[in-house]
């Protein structure tokens, strides 16, 4: 089973930068989509932003404009860049590969990783 491991997360100040890392041993994100998840508290988790096999993006509608997507050259890192931060961009992030569904994901559907906090103060 892949085994994705997200890095890079903290507690920083509203308008502040953050990015954030996904990796797997020996993975390569090379499936037909990979993609970030991000889990509000007492919320379920939504995308947030996606990447496919051709280097497409596709970013939700709150952090479009904010966040940027990417993939090292050898596409063994999956990367978010969280620009411009607001508070309500607190909770947990996760990367995933081939999610089933993009506003209410099942976990045992596709690969996770298990979630990296992130922590906006106003």
């Known amino acids: 089973a892949v085994q994705l491991v997200e890095s890079g997360g903290g507690s920083v100040q509203a308008g502040d930068s953050v990015r954030l890392s996904c990796s797997g041993s020996g993975y390569t994100f090379d499936s037909y989509k990979s993609g970030w998840f991000h889990q509000a508290p007492g919320k379920g988790r939504q995308g947030v932003a996606l990447?496919?096999?051709?280097?497409?993006?596709f970013y939700g509608d709150s952090v479009r404009g904010r966040f940027i997507i990417s993939l090292d050259d050898d596409k063994k890192t999956l990367y978010l860049q969280m620009n411009n931060l607001k508070p309500e961009d607190t909770g947990i992030y996760y990367c995933?590969?081939?999610?089933?569904?993009?506003?209410?994901?099942?976990?045992?559907?596709?690969?996770w990783g298990q979630g990296t906090q992130v922590t906006v103060s106003s």
């Open positions: 990447i496919d096999y051709v280097g497409g993006t």
């Open positions: 995933a590969v081939n999610w089933d569904s993009w506003s209410r994901p099942s976990t045992t559907s596709g690969y």
